[in-house]
């Protein structure tokens, strides 16, 4: 089981980055998958996550109505579309899933049993 995540750079204010998450090992019709970001300094947080059984999403107050998660499941692939950047968005983003379950809440608000490898993401003029 492997996701890895890329798309990742440095953007300025008010810019749009695609981030996207390949996944081996599963296919994407029923685990719970996301992204997860980490700030310096801070602890990492669940921002977008969608159920791969049901398409239901959950977003943190912090990026709602900015982020949007997506799949491709003949792709194997996860997106997260990410509008409107501001500095506060610079972190390391990483998707994540849980294998067990497919609640979109549940993994933003856990700890994913599987981690992909972390692409930076840097707002700034």
């Known amino acids: 089981v492997q996701l890895q995540a890329s798309g990742g750079g440095l953007v300025q204010p008010g810019g749009s980055l695609r981030l996207s998450c390949v996944v081996t090992?599963?296919?994407?019709?029923?685990?719970?998958i996301g992204w997860f970001r980490q700030a310096p300094g801070k602890e990492r947080e669940g921002v977008s996550c969608?159920?791969?059984?049901?398409?239901?999403?959950h977003y943190s107050d912090s990026v709602k109505g900015q982020f949007t998660v997506s799949r491709d499941a003949a792709k194997n692939t996860v997106y997260l579309q990410m509008d409107n950047l501001r500095p506060k968005d610079t972190a390391v983003y990483y998707c994540?899933?849980?294998?067990?379950?497919?609640?979109?809440?549940?993994?933003?608000?856990?700890?994913?049993?599987?981690w992909g490898q972390g692409t930076q993401v840097t707002v700034s003029s």
């Open positions: 994540g899933a849980d294998l067990s379950h497919s609640s979109s809440y549940a993994l933003c608000n856990s700890h994913p049993s599987t």
């Open positions: 090992g599963f296919t994407l019709d029923r685990p719970a």
């Open positions: 969608l159920s791969t059984l049901n398409d239901i999403t």
